[in-house]
C-alpha cells in the first residue's frame, strides 16, 4: 500500500473504504499503517474501528430497503462514498433496527441492554419517534446497563483504556513508594 495514500486519508471511514477497495474481500483486514479494522457485519453493513473510534457504514441501497426515513436522517449520519456513516453513539440506530430482521447484525451486538441504554441516552428524539410508531412489545425501553459498549470492539476498546489507565497509576505509585523509600532510608542514616 503507498505511503503517500495514507497522508490524504485522515478518518477511520476513509481508511477502512480504502482498505476495502485495494484488498477487495470480505471479512476482516486490518491496516498496516493505522491499525484500522474492517468488518463487515452482513451484506452492505461494515464495521470500521481502530483504538479510537468505532462507526458503521451501511451501504445507501441497504438502508433504503432496510433503515426508516428517521435512521437515515442527516441528523444521525453521513453520507459518503456510497454509504452512510453513523459515528460513536450514533451506531446504535442502524444496528437497532437492523438487528429486528438481521441475525447477522443481531448475533453482531453483544449487549441490548447497552444499545437501549445508548439510544435513550442519546437520541431520545430517535426513541420518542420509534416508539410512536411501534407497537408495545418493540418499544425502546431505557436500560440500566452503560452506554456505548454493545459492541465487542468497544468493550475490547475500554479494557485496553483501563489496562493502560491501571498500568499508569502503578507505575506512578511504584516511583512515589521508591522516592518515599529514599526519603525515609536517609533519615535512618542520619538518626545512627
Given at each position: 500500500?503507498?505511503?503517500?495514500?495514507?497522508?490524504?486519508?485522515?478518518?477511520?471511514?476513509?481508511?477502512?473504504?480504502?482498505?476495502?477497495?485495494?484488498?477487495?474481500?470480505?471479512?476482516?483486514?486490518?491496516?498496516?499503517?493505522?491499525?484500522?479494522?474492517?468488518?463487515?457485519?452482513?451484506?452492505?453493513?461494515?464495521?470500521?474501528?481502530?483504538?479510537?473510534?468505532?462507526?458503521?457504514?451501511?451501504?445507501?441501497?441497504?438502508?433504503?430497503?432496510?433503515?426508516?426515513?428517521?435512521?437515515?436522517?442527516?441528523?444521525?449520519?453521513?453520507?459518503?462514498?456510497?454509504?452512510?456513516?453513523?459515528?460513536?453513539?450514533?451506531?446504535?440506530?442502524?444496528?437497532?433496527?437492523?438487528?429486528?430482521?438481521?441475525?447477522?447484525?443481531?448475533?453482531?451486538?453483544?449487549?441490548?441492554?447497552?444499545?437501549?441504554?445508548?439510544?435513550?441516552?442519546?437520541?431520545?428524539?430517535?426513541?420518542?419517534?420509534?416508539?410512536?410508531?411501534a407497537?408495545?412489545?418493540?418499544?425502546?425501553?431505557?436500560?440500566?446497563?452503560?452506554p456505548?459498549?454493545?459492541l465487542?470492539?468497544?468493550l475490547?476498546?475500554?479494557?485496553?483504556?483501563?489496562?493502560?489507565?491501571?498500568?499508569?497509576?502503578q507505575?506512578?505509585h511504584?516511583?512515589?513508594?521508591?522516592?518515599?523509600?529514599?526519603?525515609?532510608?536517609?533519615?535512618l542514616?542520619?538518626?545512627?
Amino acid at each position: 500500500m503507498p505511503a503517500s495514500l495514507w497522508g490524504n486519508i485522515n478518518t477511520c471511514f476513509e481508511i477502512g473504504f480504502e482498505i476495502c477497495k485495494l484488498m477487495e474481500q470480505d471479512g476482516k483486514t486490518k491496516g498496516t499503517d493505522k491499525d484500522t479494522e474492517v468488518e463487515k457485519i452482513a451484506d452492505g453493513v461494515l464495521l470500521m474501528s481502530n483504538n479510537k473510534e468505532v462507526l458503521i457504514a451501511v451501504k445507501k441501497d441497504t438502508a433504503s430497503q432496510a433503515l426508516s426515513d428517521t435512521a437515515v436522517s442527516d441528523l444521525y449520519c453521513e453520507e459518503k462514498n456510497g454509504y452512510l456513516i453513523y459515528n460513536g453513539a450514533a451506531a446504535a440506530i442502524p444496528l437497532f433496527e437492523l438487528s429486528k430482521n438481521n441475525d447477522s447484525v443481531r448475533g453482531f451486538i453483544v449487549s441490548e441492554e447497552s444499545l437501549r441504554a445508548t439510544l435513550c441516552g442519546n437520541y431520545p428524539e430517535y426513541v420518542k419517534t420509534h416508539n410512536m410508531n411501534a407497537p408495545p412489545d418493540e418499544q425502546i425501553t431505557d436500560a440500566d446497563a452503560p452506554p456505548y459498549l454493545f459492541l465487542q470492539k468497544q468493550l475490547d476498546n475500554a479494557a485496553d483504556e483501563t489496562r493502560s489507565e491501571v498500568a499508569e497509576f502503578q507505575h506512578t505509585h511504584a516511583n512515589e513508594a521508591a522516592a518515599g523509600r529514599g526519603e525515609f532510608e536517609d533519615v535512618l542514616e542520619l538518626e545512627r
